[in-house]
């Protein structure tokens, strides 16, 4: 009987923390993505590999468990941040990632064929719905 008693403390303490965790953190999928480059310079139709850091800033748990599990996408936009490229990428970011952990991946990106100015934006998906799209874009050149 004690040990239920405890076990309904636990619950309400829990219930109540998370409650108001939301409260302060209502944002349920964000992302800090930082990037150790500014300005990444490609050959036209290049395939290349760099990091990122991706610090969970919402309140949900990224899980890479399936069926749904919390992947990394990106748009490639031309220097209008009109769409060249959609939906590129889709990797899965590895383990549980929870509030201000981060994980580290690599991007594969494919710069254009067509030379010029364009921007990588990138997302935030929960299996293949996009749950958070950043407002930071990483300039690439295309020589």
């Not at 403390?9 to 939301?22: E, L, P, Q």
């Not at 590999?49 to 992947?71: A, C, D, H, T």
């Not at 981060?102 to 991007?107: H, L, N």
Request: with cysteine; hydrophobic share 40%; net charge positive.
């Amino acid at each position: 009987m004690l040990s239920i008693l405890f076990l309904l403390a636990n619950v309400h303490i829990s219930s109540g923390f998370y409650a108001r965790f939301t409260d302060e953190v209502p944002v349920k999928y964000k992302a800090d993505i930082i990037n150790k480059v500014d300005n990444l310079k490609f050959s036209p139709g290049q395939n290349a590999i760099f990091k990122l850091r991706l610090v969970n800033e919402g309140s949900y748990i990224w899980n890479s468990s399936k069926p749904q599990p919390v992947m990394l996408s990106y748009n490639i936009l031309d220097s209008n941040l009109k769409p060249v490229k959609l939906d590129c990428g889709n990797i899965v970011i590895p383990g549980e990632i929870y509030y201000k952990y981060f994980a580290d991946v690599d991007v594969p990106v494919f710069a254009p064929n067509e030379k010029g100015t364009y921007y990588i934006q990138f997302n935030l998906k929960k299996g293949n719905e996009v749950v958070y799209t950043s407002d930071g874009k990483i300039k690439m050149e295309v020589r």
